[in-house]
């Protein structure tokens, strides 16, 4: 099956610089040899080049190489493209059209759309529009077996391209750049991505294209920005790559995922998109009485005096999901075990587990009732991190480590577990291959998630789970599919299901953690495996938590709030 990839030239604002661009290509063919195409985005023409055009109109110029490129950014150039529809404007000199699919005899496919983003229907001719895009991404969606295209052209740069990347310089990438771009992006799929108009260079490193865990592996993406021709700054204005068509390639090669290959970034803002729109509908939140109340228990003061505590209250900005019955973790709620509690910060809290493994086994919660880290809003996500990195640095001053992890598995309220490992009992390798290999004695899938991505990318909202990580920052992630394991319809007899059958990865699955870490492979302390054997009395519980706040106190962000 295999071809011969095809050697290509892609090219970024070019403002009539004919002379240049073509000169380059000519010494590069020379020194490398012959190249199949030259694919320009951005603007072709500059208001100069009327001149320098004719020669090539009238064939006395011509250029070196099989040239596709886009139609006008602006009303100025847009006399210089006489069919929307594409045409050869030059001899070797192609317009490929205001949008569309290029495929060559050789199997190539390039998706294109010309122009900058309008807001207006109709656009103006130096523009697309909203249904434009969806027009073009019908139409190619609608072939059977649609997998992506090779390569796709566009002028702007797709909005947030940068997120989840390496950085793009002196771009933001949050503000520059079309919506409408990132959208046809993410639905394309394309191997290649070009764009031009932002005077700067920017290879962005490759992203993925399906969700990992969730969906089938798919090739990955390459965005690249390309400078203008000639620039004085000397950035990059000419890429060459060789490439085989997709629809040549053999799959399993084709799906092949770089290291350095990251998250979508068009698919979490369309995520955050849908976020921010659910809190635009949730109330505001007003007072908070319990941090007061807590407060002269913790002896700890933000600001002591109730009275005017009210300005200078941390502000919960959004008023979270409400619980349906009494709720043992909402801080608010009566059930709460305050006694417990050992830091409040703004969105979270940190309590000692009740019947903990160990003294210091301490859990971070949200003080408003989510379920899970993937119901978390941004702000109490960044406190989650806050808090992670405090008790790392706090472990780490006694000489351990920590291992966080959460059992979404028939939970109301979200828990994150953090036990202290002492650091010369095991490494953090130890940890992670007892957790595998217990998870492989139980036939739990448990699979490691790839260092870009987060916990929230792989795991969905009400779906069970539980992951374990390192403070390393490695993960292992279990998805719990379902109460029954899977196997169950062929191997149980009838009666049989009715009945509570322990299973893998399910009830247990938190149970399974504890006594991965209790084990002697970990902490050696295995009588500690079963936490209601481990239920203390409740002063004896006050004075851990006393001296825990004590102890934590240099490291608790939340105090010097
Ligand atoms: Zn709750």
Known sequence: MAAAPLRVLACGDVEGRLEALFGRVRAIQSKSGPFDMLLCVGNFFGSTSEAEWAEYCTGAKKAPIPTYVLGANDQETVS??????????????????????????????????????????????????????????????????????????????????????????EIDTKKCGSKLVSDLAASLKPRYHFAALEKAYYERLPYRNHTVLQETPQHVSRFIALAEVGNTSKKKYLYAFSIVPMSLMDPAELVKQPQDTTENPYRKSQKEAQKSKAFLCAEEESACQFFFDLNKHQGKKRHSDGKEGGNSQPKQAKKPPQPSGPCWFCLASPEVEKHLVVSIGTHCYLALAKGGLLPDHVLILPIGHYQSVVDLSSEVVEEVTKYKSALKEFFRSKGKRYVLFERNYKSQHLQLQV??????????????????????EQKIELLEIPEHSDITQVARSGKPYFYVELDTGEKLFHRIRGPFPLHFGRSVPAPLPL???????????????????????VLAIPHRADWRRCEAERAEEAAQARAFRRDFQPFDFALRA
Do not use: M
């Open 499 to 521: 009945l509570p059958v322990p299973v893998s990865g399910g009830a247990d699955a938190g149970c399974a953690c504890r006594a991965v870490l209790a084990s002697d492979a």
């Open 419 to 440: 036990i202290p490992v002492p650091l010369d009992r095991c490494t953090a390798e130890d940890i992670k291959e007892s957790f595998i290999a217990q998870a492989q």
């Open 80 to 169: 210089y493209f006489p069919d929307v529809s594409g045409c050869e404007l030059a001899e070797n000199i192609t317009y490929l059209g205001r949008r569309g699919l290029y495929s060559g005899t050789s199997g190539l496919q390039i998706a294109y759309l010309s122009g900058t983003e309008s807001q207006h229907e109709p656009a103006p001719a130096y523009s697309f529009s909203a249904k434009d895009v969806a027009e073009l991404k019908t139409s190619l969606l609608s072939t059977p077996n649609f997998k992506g295209v090779d390569i796709l052209l566009t002028s702007p740069w797709p909005r947030d391209v940068g997120t989840f990347a390496n950085s793009a310089g």
